[in-house]
């Protein structure tokens, strides 16, 4: 099982901070392997502390994303980052699917849930929400669905499978 957790440190001497993400291996023994996330500035860092972190259920993926929309997904075996992406919204949400090819993720303004594919980051699938925007995202342990959950308690299962024919 590989462990992963994120913190920001200043590692800067303009004042800007650096988003890490560290992970242990198995028992926590020696020191995390740490990889830069992104850069932010003390206001980023003090308004949106937080990333998203994401494992695929297979834990051989895992993506981060930083406040700023910067995406980057590791193989967690060779610790090589395989793709990065930047994103135009803040996110709110992401879940990796089990094999670690697509990323779900809900915007923090937008009630849209997009399916991105992980290697050339166009969007294979995206379904519209009118109960809420910024919900939370899972998949089912065999990507076929993926389950988000509003504000509201509202929980919606969406099929990744079913692709919508175009009228004639």
């Known amino acids: 099982m590989t462990v992963v957790s994120r913190h920001s440190s200043n590692t800067a001497k303009d004042g800007r901070f650096q988003l890490l993400v560290q992970i242990w291996r198995e028992n926590f023994r020696g020191s995390p392997t740490e990889f830069p996330l992104d850069d932010l500035t003390e206001t980023e860092e003090t308004q949106r502390r937080l990333s998203k972190l994401t494992l695929s259920s297979d834990g051989r993926r895992f993506a981060a994303i930083s406040p700023?929309?910067?995406v980057r997904i590791w193989d967690t075996t060779t610790l090589i980052e395989t793709s990065s992406h930047k994103l135009e919204s803040i996110v709110k949400?992401?879940?990796l699917s089990p094999d670690g090819s697509q990323l779900a993720i809900s915007f923090e303004d937008d009630p849209t849930l997009s399916l991105f594919d992980?290697?050339?980051?166009?969007?294979?699938?995206?379904?519209?929400?009118?109960?809420?925007?910024?919900?939370?995202?899972?998949f089912s342990p065999d990507g076929h669905w993926i389950a988000t959950a509003t504000k509201l308690g509202v929980i919606r299962l969406w099929d990744t499978t079913f692709v919508p024919t175009k009228a004639p």
Do not use: N
């Open 68 to 70: 700023s929309g910067q």
């Open 93 to 95: 949400s992401a879940a």
């Open 118 to 138: 992980t290697t050339s980051w166009e969007v294979r699938r995206s379904w519209s929400s009118r109960d809420s925007r910024g919900f939370l995202v899972a």
